[in-house]
C-alpha cells in the first residue's frame, strides 16, 4: 500500500512516502515458448528469407536479446503475395462463407486458451505493463476474431440490399503500440470479408504477430490464407508496391501514411489510413473530477503514452484547473514506473531507445518554448528505456509541444473559459483521432460531440474499446474505419 500525507497548505502537492511500497508481484515467464529464431511464415509454414538475414528482437525492459527476426525482402514479399493471391482464387473465395466463419471462430477460441503466454510475450518484446497486455490486448484481440467471426456469413445482411464481394490481396501494415490488437483488427475483418493477408507487424516487435502465425498454421486455416512478413520499412514498402496487393491497410505514422498514398496513387489498390493523433481530454468545471483525473491519467500515462487516441493534451475550464492539476501531480506521484512484467507496474518501458529519444527531444523542446516542466519524483530503473510522467503547464495553442504528436508519457495543459474557446482548441491542431468530454451535463456533451472533429470522443470516460465500435480519423489521423460493420467495408466492394 502506498501512503499519501496530506498537505496542509492549500495547493502544494502532497507528497508520496517512500517507505510504504507494494511487494513485487512479477508475472512468470516460465510458460512461454519462444524459439530462439523465427523465419517469415509463408503458404502455411515458416521458411528461411531469401536474404537469409535476420535482426535482434529485445526486450525494452532489460534491453536483453529475445529472438531472432527474419528480414523480408522484396523475393520473400513477392512469394508471400504469390501464396495469398492463389489462396484466394482456390481455396478462400470458394470457401462458404459459413466455412470461413468456423476458421475465424477457431483462431479466436485459441487465441483465449494461449492468452497468458500471448500476454507476457507482448509485454516482454513492447514494453507495455502486463495488466494491460492481460486485461486490454489480448482480450480484445479474441474479442475482435469473435466478432468478425459472427459476420462472415452475414455479409448480405450487414449490406442489404448490396452485392458485397471481396477484394483479393489485403496488404496489411501495423505499429508497434498494440501489436496482436492491430493485427486481429487488420486480419479478422479481411478474413470474414473473403479476403487473404500478407501482414507485416513493427520491427521492435514481431513476436506476438509470429505467435499468431503459430496459432493460424495449428488452426487449421487453408495455407496461404494469411502469411506474415517481417522486416523493416522497405518491407512494408516492398508490400504496398506489389502488383498483386488489391487493398493496403496500413496504421501507423502520419508521415509513413504520406509516402503510402503516394506509393499507390494512379493504382486501383483501395487504402485505408489508421495514422496518428493528438487528442485532447476537455474538463469542464462541472465535471466529476476525480473521474476526470483518473480519466487523464488512463488517457495519456497508462502504456507511456504510447495510444494513438493518447488523451496527450488537457483542456481545463479556468475555475476547476488549480484543483485538477494539484489532483493530477498528486496522482502522477502514485504511478508506478518500472518493470513492466509486475502486475503493480502502471508505466512500463518505452518501447525503443529511438521512441526514448524521440520523447527526450520534445521534453527538450518543450522547455526551450518556454512550457514549464513538471515530473513525478519516481526514480527510474538503471537499464531499459524508461521516462516519467511528464506535464507540460502555461502551454499555448502554438507551442509544438501541443500541435505535434509526442507518443509518450508527456501531457500539454491548456485552460479555457467558454465552450466555444474549448471547441476552436480542441480543433485547432492537424489532427483528429479522438477527444474526452468531462462534464455532468448531457446537453454539453451532445454540442460537442457535433463540433468536434475527431472520429471518436468519449464522455467521462476515456480509451474504451468495443470491436462493434467503429475507430478512425478525421484530417491527418486518416481515412476508413476499423472495428463494426463499418470496418468490413474497405474489404468489399458493394
Ligand atoms: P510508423 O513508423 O509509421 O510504422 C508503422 C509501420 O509501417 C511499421 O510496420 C513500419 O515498419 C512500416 N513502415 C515504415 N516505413 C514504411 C514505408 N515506407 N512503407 C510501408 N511501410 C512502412 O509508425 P510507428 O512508429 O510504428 O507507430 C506509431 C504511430 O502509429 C503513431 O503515429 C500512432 O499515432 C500511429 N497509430 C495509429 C493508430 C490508429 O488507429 N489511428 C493506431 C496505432 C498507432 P518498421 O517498424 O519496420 O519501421
Ligand atoms: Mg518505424
Redo the contacts with the bound molecule.
Keep these: 500500500m502506498s501512503k499519501v500525507k496530506k498537505s496542509e497548505a492549500e495547493g502544494t502537492p502532497l507528497k508520496f512516502f517512500g517507505d510504504w511500497k507494494y511487494a513485487p508481484a512479477p508475472e512468470s515467464k516460465e510458460h512461454i515458448r519462444l524459439k530462439k529464431q523465427y523465419g517469415l511464415f509463408i503458404n502455411g509454414e515458416f521458411v528461411q528469407p531469401k536474404s537469409k538475414k535476420y535482426f535482434d528482437t529485445i526486450n525494452p525492459a532489460t534491453e536483453e536479446k529475445i529472438a531472432e527476426i527474419a528480414i523480408a525482402d522484396e523475393k520473400d514479399v513477392d512469394l508471400a503475395v504469390n501464396a495469398a493471391s492463389k489462396a484466394y482464387n482456390n481455396v478462400w473465395k470458394k470457401m462458404h462463407a459459413k466455412e470461413r466463419a468456423k476458421y475465424i471462430y477457431r483462431i479466436a477460441r485459441m487465441i483465449q486458451e494461449r492468452a497468458r503466454e500471448l500476454a507476457v510475450i507482448e509485454t516482454m518484446n513492447g514494453g507495455k505493463p502486463i495488466r494491460e497486455s492481460r486485461d486490454i490486448d489480448v482480450p480484445l484481440a479474441a474479442n475482435h476474431f469473435f466478432y468478425y467471426a459472427g459476420w462472415a456469413d452475414k455479409l448480405n445482411y450487414a449490406f442489404p440490399n448490396r452485392t458485397p464481394q471481396s477484394l483479393g490481396v489485403a496488404g496489411q501494415?501495423?505499429?508497434?503500440?498494440?501489436p496482436l490488437l492491430?493485427a486481429a483488427w487488420k486480419i479478422a475483418p479481411a478474413l470474414a470479408a473473403g479476403n487473404t493477408v500478407v501482414l507485416?507487424?513493427?520491427?521492435?516487435t514481431s513476436l506476438t504477430a509470429l505467435k499468431l502465425a503459430e496459432i493460424i498454421a495449428e488452426s487449421g486455416l487453408p495455407e496461404g490464407v494469411v502469411n506474415i512478413v517481417t522486416?523493416?520499412?522497405?518491407?512494408?514498402?516492398a508490400?504496398?508496391q506489389h502488383p498483386n496487393v488489391n487493398k493496403v491497410a496500413?496504421?501507423?505514422?502520419?508521415?509513413?501514411?504520406k509516402?503510402?498514398q503516394k506509393?499507390i496513387a494512379g493504382t486501383s489498390k483501395r487504402v485505408t489510413l489508421?495514422?496518428?493523433?493528438k487528442a485532447a481530454n476537455i474538463v469542464f468545471d462541472d465535471a466529476p473530477i476525480d473521474q476526470a483525473v483518473e480519466g487523464i491519467v488512463n488517457g495519456i500515462f497508462f502504456n507511456q503514452g504510447h495510444?494513438?487516441?493518447a488523451g496527450s493534451r488537457l483542456l481545463v475550464q479556468e475555475g476547476v484547473a488549480d484543483i485538477v492539476i494539484r489532483k493530477l501531480k498528486e496522482r502522477m506521484e502514485t504511478l508506478i514506473v518500472g518493470d513492466p512484467m509486475d502486475k503493480n507496474t502502471d508505466i512500463g518501458a518505452i518501447n525503443s531507445k529511438e521512441?526514448l529519444k524521440k520523447i527526450q527531444q520534445y521534453i527538450t523542446i518543450g522547455i526551450n518554448e518556454g512550457a514549464e516542466l513538471y515530473q513525478s519524483s519516481c526514480t527510474l530503473p538503471n537499464k531499459g528505456f524508461f521516462c516519467k510522467p511528464t506535464l507540460f503547464l502555461n502551454t499555448s495553442q502554438s507551442h509544438r509541444v501541443v500541435q505535434e504528436?509526442i507518443?509518450g508519457p508527456v501531457l500539454a495543459v491548456q485552460t479555457f473559459r467558454t465552450v466555444e474557446e474549448a471547441i476552436e482548441k480542441a480543433n485547432n491542431i492537424p489532427y483528429g483521432?479522438s477527444a474526452g468530454i468531462w462534464t455532468d451535463k448531457g446537453s454539453k456533451i451532445f454540442n460537442m460531440t457535433t463540433k468536434l472533429r475527431a472520429g471518436v470522443v468519449w464522455a467521462n470516460t476515456y480509451n474504451k474499446f468495443d470491436p462493434t465500435s467503429p475507430?478512425?480519423?478525421y484530417k491527418e489521423?486518416?481515412f476508413g474505419r476499423?472495428g463494426g460493420l463499418h470496418g468490413l467495408l474497405p474489404y468489399l466492394q458493394l
Design positions: 501494415i501495423i505499429p508497434w503500440n498494440f492491430m507485416k507487424p513493427a520491427e521492435t522486416g523493416f520499412g522497405k518491407t512494408g514498402a508490400i504496398v496500413f496504421t501507423g505514422s502520419t508521415d509513413v501514411g509516402i503510402i506509393a489508421e495514422l496518428g493523433g495510444v494513438c487516441c521512441q504528436e507518443f483521432l475507430f478512425g480519423g489521423s486518416g476499423e
